[in-house]
């Protein structure tokens, strides 16, 4: 009884033996690609939270900044590094009032594998629930409330207590921020790094507009639109933040901020 393949000699053997190396480095092919997403799925998260990596788009910082580049600078102002942000600092006496808001930020390093961005600085601004803004608006000229500076920790966060700002004519509800490359460069808007603004979602918007305080603001967020804003309607993603919480209880806002350190 002779082999099937006994026939063919040499040429047969070779012709043989390459097809058996080409069918296993086919497998081999095959496995590696089909264990690429279980060795991406082990690898480091892109950005924390949610594993995107885009860079927040550079924002006007509108005409009320504070930071000495147009009119008053409140960061040369002492007790201005702070995280309660709610009342004025130095010989102003003033407190905002309002529905308590938490906001939370992450800084991350969007050219390095958005890796945290630690001992940076961030200012943070907005208006307060009559939608006027300290330092600038009629009745508010002498008072600096919500306005203040912090360094972000070992995780790239900065947490500052404020109150939820009103939406005023012609604008989404937003707070204003400039990121420093450290504390002692947040004195003047020449150093900053980085400027933006956050959106807050519109459920929570209605329900703190529905309160005592907010009347005009309940109007004010009829006539906008997060795509018809003039800030964000090119695009909302990587502003829009993420809000928790309740009228009575208060609530919290938290937004991953990239940038390019």
């Known amino acids: 009884m002779h082999d099937e393949h006994e026939d063919g000699g040499l040429a047969q053997d070779l ?25 991406n799925c082990d690898g480091d998260s892109s950005e924390p939270g949610d594993g995107s990596c885009s860079r927040i788009p550079e924002e006007t910082a509108g005409p009320y900044p504070g930071d000495g580049s147009n009119g008053p600078n409140v960061l040369s102002q002492s007790g201005v590094v702070r995280s309660d942000i709610r009342s004025s600092v130095g010989s102003a006496t003033g407190t905002a009032e309002g529905v308590p ?15 945290p961005l630690s001992g940076h600085a961030v200012y943070l601004w907005h208006c307060d629930r009559e939608g006027r803004y300290s330092l600038y608006s009629s009745g508010v ?7 203040g500076v912090q360094a972000t920790d070992s995780n790239g966060q900065v947490t500052f207590t404020t109150i939820f700002p009103a ?11 400039e990121v420093y490359p450290n504390l ?3 004195t003047s808007a020449g150093n900053k790094l980085a400027t933006s603004q956050l959106a807050l979602p519109e ?11 907010y009347q005009s603001s309940v109007t004010n967020l009829q006539r906008v639109t997060l795509s018809n804003d003039n800030v964000f309607s090119d695009g909302s993603d990587s502003q829009l933040a ?13 937004l991953t901020v990239a940038i390019n350190a």
């Open 184 to 186: 002692a460069s947040a």
């Open 203 to 213: 459920d929570a918007c209605d329900a703190v507009y529905a309160t005592t305080g």
């Open 101 to 115: 808001l938490t906001v939370t930020l992450t800084l991350v390093d969007s050219s390095n594998g958005c890796t």
């Open 242 to 254: 993420t809000v928790t919480g309740s009228v009575s209880g208060g609530y919290v806002a938290t």
């Open 167 to 177: 939406c005023y004519s012609g604008r989404w509800p937003h707070i204003h921020f």
């Open 15 to 39: 012709k043989l033996f390459r097809a058996s190396l080409e069918r296993r480095d086919l497998l081999r092919l095959a496995l590696g690609a089909s264990l690429l997403p279980l060795i």
């Open 141 to 147: 000229t002498n008072q600096n409330y919500l306005r």
